[in-house]
């Protein structure tokens, strides 16, 4: 049986984990964040088949713009890689991760950038690629707009979603060629990065 872990909010994770559970895999749903150690150590290292992760509700802070801008980021995007940390010790060597994007902004006065969020997702994909190598972990980063049957049946067959011009990047292999192991000896071994 697929076991699989599902983080986001809990609207978007119920409906997901429904459809996942009538696909006949045995799903762990987190949708209170500060839980999620408890539900990992929970998995025997390396033996998780899927982790699906998806946005949460936010509802940015702040007296300046700035400020909400950072609330966001930290609390969304910047959030993600913290659980992708926590999970990558349970994931198996041909797990299949999907990142489902959505983070976007409650107030119409915070700026927003919808490339930069889907570029980060696919920071977040590689990184998670490259933690994992030389496993053979596949990483898709969708967009939110799939509804949870499609998701599920990716998640589990890698059977990219029907009749749907959705985004959809399947990121286990590099573009360039590069290998993840010499990826992420690049990226680990960068001594200074200027943004």
Known sequence: ????????????VEGLAAALGVAGAEVVSVTDLDRLH?????????????YIQLPMVLRPTGDTVVSRVRNFLEGGLLARFRLAETVLPALSADARVVLVGGHTPVE???PDDQAARVAFLDVLAHAIRADKAPAK??????DH??????????ALTGEPPRGRSARQRDLAVDAAGMSYQDWRTEVLGLVSVEF
Do not use: K, N, Q
């Not at 076991?3 to 978007?12: K, Q």
């Not at 972990?137 to 969708?142: A, D």
């Open 38 to 50: 408890e539900a990992v150590e929970a998995f025997h290292p390396g033996s998780l088949d899927c």
């Open 145 to 154: 707009g799939l509804d949870a049957d499609e998701i599920a049946r990716l």
């Open 137 to 142: 972990v596949r990483v898709r980063v969708l």
């Open 1 to 12: 049986m697929t076991t699989a872990l599902v983080t986001g909010s809990a609207e978007r």
């Open 108 to 110: 119409r006065t915070v």
